[in-house]
């Protein structure tokens, strides 16, 4: 029987992507490694008063993946990771470490911090697009039942689907 191991995390990036080799690299094997740490903020009630805590987690992006999302990996962009937790240990001057990472295997940029100033909560390619229903009585039009509902009211599917 094999145990479950998986990670779905939202946060805010911490740090930019420098060309230092600790935060992004490439294996001699030429595949690409990007190392990124998120800030996690969760409210809980203390009491009668909401408090905020914040957990770090270190997460570890391989290959083309790490590659493509380089340039958008800055500080404040929120982003979400779907992958497991990865167990390193080792032994340094006789004393035994361990350190728990996530290991992406999915990376979606969500949001963040915008370079035009503004509050940058809107999901990043753009917006979604508002559909207006065809006004009762317009061209290419076949006479309704719903062409005697007032304007603002008219419940119909809109015909034009821009997909």
């Known amino acids: 029987m094999t145990d479950v191991n998986r990670v779905n995390i939202i946060g805010r990036l911490t740090r930019d992507i420098n060309a230092d080799e600790r935060s992004f690299a490439y294996l001699p094997n030429g595949t690409a490694r990007a190392n990124v740490s998120i800030a996690v903020n969760r409210s ?3 009491g009668d008063q909401w408090v905020d805590e914040v957990s770090y987690f270190d997460v570890t ?3 083309k993946t790490a590659e493509n999302l380089k340039p958008y990996l800055q500080k404040g962009k929120q982003i979400a990771v779907d992958g497991y937790l990865r167990q390193d240990r080792w032994e ?3 004393q035994k470490n361990s350190r728990v990472t996530i290991v992406a295997e999915n990376v979606q940029l969500l949001g963040g911090r915008s ?3 503004g509050s940058g909560d809107q ?3 753009g917006f979604a697009p508002k559909f207006q229903p065809r006004p009762a009585g317009s061209a290419n039009s076949a006479p ?3 062409d005697d509902v007032p304007y603002g009211e ?3 599917f809109p015909e034009d689907i821009p997909f």
């Open 61 to 63: 992006i391989w290959g």
């Open 92 to 94: 340094k001057d006789g």
């Open 154 to 156: 008219d419940t119909s």
């Open 115 to 117: 370079d035009n100033g």
């Open 44 to 46: 809980r009630k203390n």
């Open 144 to 146: 309704s039942p719903m």
């Open 123 to 125: 999901p990043s390619g």
